[in-house]
């Protein structure tokens, strides 16, 4: 489900760049909120990685079982 996420992500940060590498270099505004909506995304895939990585780490850990106690 990570990996389909980030994937998502990233074609949408592609569609995001690429008007960046092309008309916007006029419209300072445009390019902010374009670089905003980047860096956005950017946090997200961020985030998605380190959770995918902490379960994981659980998983190895054999804490995947813990939640049957209660």
Known sequence: CAVVMIV???I???AIIYPLL???HGEIV???IL???GL???AVIIGILLALRQ???EIEGGEED???KY
Do not use: T
């Open 40 to 42: 956005l995304i950017i």
């Open 66 to 68: 813990d939640a049957k």
């Open 12 to 14: 949408f940060l592609g």
């Open 8 to 10: 998502l992500l990233a």
């Open 35 to 37: 670089l905003v909506y």
């Open 22 to 24: 092309g008309d916007a």
């Open 30 to 32: 445009a390019l902010g």
């Open 55 to 57: 379960r994981l780490k």
